[in-house]
């Protein structure tokens, strides 16, 4: 019995040694390659395993037992099938060298041990083990323990009854328990070690102060940053010291004090602070104070955070007395600047802007949307000619021009005219200038009114205020155009005042001309539609164009002329009516008349006006196909 209890001892220490010395021996990991991770391990446990067999203890006559399981499984099931996989190796080539009987079955309880940790290892997905996961697999281990223990019995007829078996299977649960505790700790060790060495690093890394300070304010934990920002030589000068060792005692006791605010709010707080240092220089900082709290939510400290804002307070500085000067630039401009986001909402205006739109200036301020301006101006009358029907599409309209861009001119209700300059940006806002050009805008109405008036002039008889030839000309061909196209007919009436050179004979040429602006007057009366176009075609010869007309309206609207030149009872001796009378021959064109017909139309008027003049004038005439082409000269006419 007390060989048992040393062989059984004996193993527990080889086992503890070899967890020991895997827990303080620290191989350069961080620089092996990642396909070698796991070989220090497997060949520690592989030495264990060794060590066990050369210690094993008789748990009955004939029966040697050893806990290289449990060093086989825990390799596996802890440092992974790589490390695993070795110690089998190992373990199995030692007892390969001791030989014996037993051999082959001890390899089946070897490389049963190291399936059995491969699989647990591939269970925890690689983390280090919980306590119920070490439970599971130890007892796991513990019942492949014993197919080694069958086979040996059953192949040489030993007794191993619960007697015996129960002992060792709780021997191997209980060190496969122990092995796997004790190794998870050291795993969660390890990883905390790396992940403070890690934090470390970071905390070391960063470019903006961080310290820890306990309850009275002297720093436990500094980044060089925070060195640098206190002048001192590096992080460890600032342990034990307060900020009264570095800083003024005006500047300190306010530091101090933020200090104690936060612990006593048990909040962070961020405050901006002016440093004044002992040697002058002055910078601006951006501190977080945050409570720390021991595991039980004790208050033990201070977590101090500092980032320098000296560059963004001076370049805040700037900006504003940039901003500043913009302002005063821009309200002294002589045109309104406006600004739109992408969202057409006023983002920025000048004064100018707003005492251009009074009536609405109260909406045109930051914040306003675009469409909310355009209504109101339009509901308060400042912006004319939109009736209420037609706003909505109005302002979707303008809010497009606005994305677009381009220029815009439009009048206001007091009689002025605004020019706007749209400009859009890649962001898809928008930056508006609006002009008063109410001045010009006036100068340019005159101008084109003139130059209407010219046109009128141009286009006018200066005598009967009728088209002129070149003007009737123009007409006739835009008529003969659109006739073409089957877009209406045409008629035309020729007009010839009776003996008319018998008339400024017999009352001279100052009776004469008046008595053609009444014939012209009376021949304008006749045409009673918009379209409807006198002119004075040469001499006493007037013509009047009726687009849309057929030959009996033609006829009509000329027998009415006849009838209402008579009606003026216009005195003419020379004629055998004793009145001024005209002959007129009417000619027209149906819809999607050919182009020689049009040329022809105004031959074939007069045609008829000549036969209305050989039938005895004062009288009206068609065009007849079958009536022979009659032709006179003009000196002919009278």
Not at 43 to 66: C, K, T, Y
Not at 452 to 468: C, K
Not at 487 to 506: H, P, Q, W
């Amino acid at each position: 019995m007390n060989s048992l209890w040393v062989g059984l001892f004996a193993n527990m220490a080889v086992v503890a040694l070899i967890i020991s010395l895997w827990s303080n021996i620290r191989l350069p990991a961080f620089e092996r390659r990642a396909s070698l991770k796991g070989w220090d391990f497997g060949v520690l446990f592989g030495l264990g395993a060794i060590g066990v067999m050369l210690m094993p203890f008789q748990m009955s006559e004939g029966f040697l037992i050893d806990l290289r399981m449990t060093m086989i499984g825990t390799s596996a099931f802890i440092g992974g099938p790589f490390a695993g996989i070795i110690t089998a190796v190992i373990a199995s080539g030692f007892r390969l060298y001791l030989g014996g009987g037993g051999a082959l079955v001890g390899l089946v309880g070897i490389w049963l041990a190291c399936c059995a940790g491969m699989v647990g290892y591939r269970l925890r997905h690689g983390r280090a083990p919980a306590l119920k996961e070490s439970l599971l697999f130890s007892l796991v281990m513990a019942i492949c323990s014993m197919a080694p223990a069958f086979i040996i019995a059953w192949s040489q007829n030993i007794d191993t009854g619960p007697q015996i078996r129960l002992p060792f299977m709780t021997l191997v649960f209980m060190a496969t328990l122990m092995a796997c505790a004790a190794l998870a700790n050291e795993l969660r060790r390890r990883d905390t070690e790396e992940r403070n060495y890690m934090y470390r690093r970071v905390i070391d890394s960063l470019p903006e102060a961080l310290n820890v300070k306990d309850c009275h304010g002297r720093f436990v934990m500094a980044n060089p940053a925070t060195a640098a920002l206190m002048h001192a030589k590096d992080a460890d000068a600032l342990i034990g010291k307060t900020d009264f060792d570095f800083y003024c005692q005006d500047v300190a006791a306010a530091f101090r004090a933020d200090e104690e605010k936060a612990m006593r709010g048990g909040a962070a707080i961020v405050e901006e602070q002016v440093l004044a240092r002992q040697d002058g220089s002055r910078s601006y900082l951006s501190t977080l104070k945050a409570p720390f709290n021991d595991i039980d939510g004790r208050s033990v400290g201070l977590i101090t955070h500092s980032r320098d804002i000296t560059d963004k307070k001076l370049l805040e500085a700037a900006l504003t007395q940039s901003d500043r000067r913009a302002a005063e630039a821009l309200s002294s401009i002589s045109d309104g600047l406006v600004m739109f986001d992408k969202e057409m909402t006023l983002v920025f205006c000048n004064e100018r802007y707003r005492s251009m739109f009074s009536v609405t200036a109260d909406l045109r301020v930051p914040g306003t949307p675009a469409s909310a301006i355009l209504y109101a101006s339009i509901a308060r009358g400042e912006l004319i000619g939109i009736s209420p029907d037609i706003a909505a599409q109005w302002v979707d309209g303008a809010l497009g021009r606005l994305k677009q861009g381009g220029t815009v001119q439009f009048p206001l209700a007091d009689g002025r005219w605004i020019e706007s300059r749209t400009r859009p940006t890649p962001e898809g806002a928008c930056f508006v200038i609006c002009s008063d050009i109410t001045e010009s805008k006036r100068h340019e109405l005159e101008l084109q009114d003139l130059n209407d008036r010219l046109a009128v002039l141009a286009e006018t008889d200066s005598l009967t205020g009728l088209l002129n030839r070149r003007a009737f000309d123009a007409v006739m061909a835009e008529e003969f155009q659109r006739v073409e196209r089957g877009e209406g007919s045409l008629a035309l009436l020729m007009v010839d005042v009776d003996y008319f050179k018998r008339f400024n004979d017999t009352y001279g040429h100052g009776a004469g001309d008046a008595c053609l602006k009444m014939v012209a007057d009376c021949l304008r009366a006749a045409g009673r539609r918009t379209g409807d176009r006198a002119a004075r075609y040469g001499g006493e010869e007037m013509a009047l164009i009726l687009p849309d007309t057929d030959e009996k309206l033609a006829f009509a609207i000329a027998e009415e002329f006849c009838e209402r030149l008579r009606g003026l009872h216009i005195p003419h001796s020379g004629s055998d009516k004793g009145m001024v009378t005209a002959s007129i021959g009417v000619a027209a064109l149906g819809r999607g008349a050919v182009a020689t017909d049009a040329v022809r139309l105004i031959a074939r008027a007069d045609e008829a006006l000549y036969a209305a003049k050989r039938d005895g004038r004062d009288c009206v005439k068609t065009w007849e196909p079958s009536r022979p082409r009659i032709v006179h000269s003009d000196a002919g006419r009278s």
